[in-house]
């Protein structure tokens, strides 16, 4: 039950996109359809930003948007603004009795 | 609106015992899987333990396998987590969660608490 892996950190300036991966293996991400992605910002809960695979949840702006080939999952925020700086993490879940794993974090700093 | 309410953080010495709840409302509770989930610090998010809207399915990490039991009351809208045989690597902020969906797991945590602060030390 490793977690699964993502940068540690990844910049832009405001107006920019980056792209976050987030990599597992087979019998993790690469076998789930319902991969997640949360926004966390220090002293604040969780926010789910993205749910199986690519879908936002309502009110979640669509400059985030979320991919998966293989065993990796990508998170891209496009348009990129002050308030999107905070720790971001992917999770998958699956049928198993260990059904989830979050990832490492990626720290997003805007330039 | 919805709102999930954790207490029971405290410091322990390890080898401890300690109860963790979460106060659920704004929603039909027993309709909604719920998870613990928790972040050391400097750490990231580490998934705890699930449980199904019923309650006759659970789920650990392996890394408290054996020492924490996850449970709900559905009459009082109230999750916990008994956490027992406490090491210094649990001390973390423990977060309560509820699934996106109801009566099923979909992987995706859409409602979150604050967070109790558990530390464990002698």
């Known amino acids: 039950q490793s977690a699964l892996t993502q940068p540690a950190s990844v910049s832009g300036s405001p107006g920019q996109s980056i792209t976050i991966s987030c990599t597992g293996t087979s019998s993790d991400l690469g076998s789930s359809v319902y991969v997640s992605w949360y926004q966390h910002h220090p002293g604040k809960a969780p926010k789910l930003i993205i749910f199986?695979?690519?879908n936002r949840p309502s009110g979640i702006s669509n400059r985030f948007s979320g991919s998966k080939s293989g065993n990796t999952a990508s998170l891209t925020i496009s348009g990129l603004q002050a308030e999107d700086e905070g720790d971001y993490f992917c999770t998958s879940y699956t049928t198993t009795t260990t059904p989830y794993v979050f990832g490492t974090g990626t720290k997003v700093t805007v330039l | 609106d919805v709102q999930l309410l954790e207490s029971g953080g405290n410091l322990v010495q390890p080898g401890g015992s300690l109860r963790l709840s979460c106060a659920a409302s704004?929603?039909?509770?027993?309709?909604?899987?719920v998870s613990w989930v928790r972040q050391a610090p400097g750490r990231g998010l580490e998934w705890v333990s699930s449980?199904?809207?019923?309650?006759?399915?659970?789920y650990y990490a392996d890394s408290v396998k054996g020492r924490f039991t996850i449970s709900r009351d559905n009459s009082q809208n109230t999750l916990f987590l008994q956490m027992t045989s406490l090491r210094a690597e649990d001390t973390a902020l423990y977060y309560c969660?509820?699934?996106?969906?109801?009566?099923?797991?979909?992987?995706?945590?859409?409602?979150w608490g604050q967070g109790t602060l558990v530390s464990v030390s002698s």
């Open positions: 199986d695979v690519s």
């Open positions: 704004g929603f039909m509770f027993s309709g909604f899987a």
């Open positions: 969660a509820r699934d996106r969906v109801s009566w099923t797991f979909t992987g995706a945590l859409k409602d």
């Open positions: 449980i199904s809207a019923t309650g006759s399915s659970t």
